[in-house]
T-cell receptor, first 111, second 112 residues
Framework: KQEVTQIPAALSVPEGENLVLNCSFT??????LQWFRQDPGKGLTSLLL?????REQTSGRLNASLDKSSGRSTLYIAASQPGDSATYLC??????????FGTGTLLAVQP | NAGVMQNPRHLVRRRGQEARLRCSPM?????VYWYRQLPEEGLKFMVY????????ESGMPKERFSAEFPKEGPSILRIQQVVRGDSAAYFC??????????FGPGTRLTVL
């Protein structure tokens, strides 16, 4: 059974810092991995999707990497801003494209 | 280009009533997924549908819950005889193919 874990559970950094969020999964037989952000009381916003054959994806200040064999992904956020404060979720998909979500990292960027 | 739409955004029901949650996927998307986020818990997959077909319902409770995605109209998640434990945020997502899923704002169900 696939299990997804995110470390740390919560993170507080001063504005401008670079930071790394971690995601690990137990079954390497994934089709893709997706990173989302969720603002309080809101839905999920897709940030990046990495296909299983890819190593990384970049969008603006965000860079996500995938090491499928070791069951790990990282989300790198450069030059953090207060507007980046949110819960970040990673999710992996298998054969039927259903997403298995991690526990989330609550990020607070202090001005 | 509207995103995934869900309604109602908030729904209050008394125990024993029925709850109907609607989801309109993004234009051009024929794959719909439902997820549930219980208080203080993570998001859990419930069901995956394509037009008129249920592809994967492995996350659906065995009783009281059903989902459909008819040829015309939105996808419906139906909960019969609601109980307090059904109180949660229900999210719908859609995708064009079996790839990036785009989420709606969710329906927050409160059972009194």
């Amino acid at each position: 059974k696939q299990e997804v874990t995110q470390i740390p559970a919560a993170l507080s950094v001063p504005e401008g810092e670079n930071l790394v969020l971690n995601c690990s999964f137990t079954d390497s037989a994934i089709y893709n991995l997706q990173w989302f952000r969720q603002d309080p009381g809101k839905g999920l916003t897709s940030l990046l999707l990495i296909q299983s054959s890819q190593r990384e994806q970049t969008s603006g200040r965000l860079n996500a990497s995938l090491d499928k064999s070791s069951g790990r992904s990282t989300l790198y956020i450069a030059a953090s801003q207060p507007g980046d404060s949110a819960t970040y979720l990673c999710a992996v998909s298998g054969a039927t494209n259903k997403l298995i979500f991690g526990t989330g990292t609550l990020l607070a960027v202090q001005p | 280009n509207a995103g995934v739409m869900q309604n109602p955004r908030h729904l209050v029901r008394r125990r024993g009533q029925e709850a109907r949650l609607r989801c309109s996927p993004m234009k051009g998307h024929s794959h719909v997924y439902w997820y549930r986020q219980l208080p203080e818990e993570g998001l859990k997959f419930m069901v995956y549908l394509q037009k008129e077909n249920i592809i994967d319902e492995s996350g659906m409770p065995k009783e009281r819950f059903s989902a459909e995605f008819p040829k015309e109209g939105p996808s419906i998640l139906r909960i019969q005889q609601v109980v307090r434990g059904d109180s949660a945020a229900y999210f719908c997502a859609s995708s064009r193919l079996a790839d990036t899923q785009y989420f709606g704002p969710g329906t927050r169900l409160t059972v009194l």
